[in-house]
């Protein structure tokens, strides 16, 4: 049973247009939502998180959004760049400190 | 060092055979954090250690996994008979807990390991 689920395994965006990349969630016991972007052979870098209490955070050109009673998050990135081309993970905790990760959504960013 | 290391980064072997897997968190690091990574599918949690202990090793698939953190630092991960479905990528994070607040993972670059 998966806990975190990402339906969309890849998405190909324009260069300078917003990419959206969606998280669903059913463990209403989460308090805590990541995103980690994975480039080949390198391990996981956090890009940015949101508590449970809030429904935005924005650091730069990176905005993720939680809607609590869809159990849904996103990840928004404008404008989108072609070095942003990676995995991304979506992931969440639960009051201890391991996380369920979804599945990643690979994005592609066309010049 | 700077950032979470883990040895080997590649590493092939023969089923049925014994493997260890090793991390080197981030200094002061408190908790240090197995995942295994299956092509295709996002990172899958084994086991959590808070110091010398293992806090929650229940993502261990079975009794053939094991890991250790003597001294809490260094981590070993280890495989007995090794079957082919342990073909995977094992992360290794770490963590600063303080005061019960984690101050966000770091990731190692991760083991691949292949069973052939």
């Known amino acids: 049973d998966q806990q975190v689920k990402q339906n969309s395994p890849s998405l190909s965006v324009q260069e300078g247009r917003i990419s959206i990349l969606n998280c669903d969630y059913t463990?209403?016991?989460?308090?805590?939502f990541l995103w980690y972007k994975k480039y080949p052979a390198e391990g996981p870098t956090f890009l940015i998180s949101?508590?449970?209490?809030?429904d935005k955070n924005e650091d730069g050109r990176f905005t993720v959004f939680l809607n609590k009673s869809a159990k849904h998050l996103s990840l928004h990135i404008v404008p989108s760049q072609p070095g942003d081309s990676a995995v991304y993970f979506c992931?969440?905790?639960?009051?201890?400190?391991?996380?369920?990760f979804g599945g990643g959504t690979r994005l592609m960013v066309k010049p | 060092g700077a950032g979470v290391s883990q040895t080997p980064s590649n590493k092939v072997t023969e089923k049925g055979k014994y493997v260890e897997l090793r991390c080197d968190p981030i200094?002061?690091?408190?908790?240090l954090y197995w995942y295994r990574q299956s092509l295709g599918q996002g990172p899958e949690f084994l086991i959590y250690?808070?110091?010398?202990?293992?806090?929650?090793d229940s993502g261990l698939p079975n009794d053939r996994f094991f890991a250790v953190r003597p001294e809490g630092s260094v981590s070993t991960l280890k495989i007995q008979r090794t079957e082919r479905g342990d073909s995977a990528v094992y992360l290794c994070?770490?963590?600063?807990?303080?005061?019960?607040?984690?101050?966000?993972?770091?990731f190692g670059s991760g083991t691949r390991l292949t069973v052939v």
């Open positions: 994070a770490s963590s600063l807990l303080k005061n019960g607040f984690n101050y966000g993972y770091t």
């Open positions: 463990n209403s016991m989460f308090d805590y």
């Open positions: 949101i508590s449970s209490i809030k």
């Open positions: 992931a969440a905790r639960e009051a201890g400190n391991m996380l369920t």
């Open positions: 200094s002061g690091h408190t908790a």
């Open positions: 250690f808070q110091g010398t202990g293992a806090a929650d």
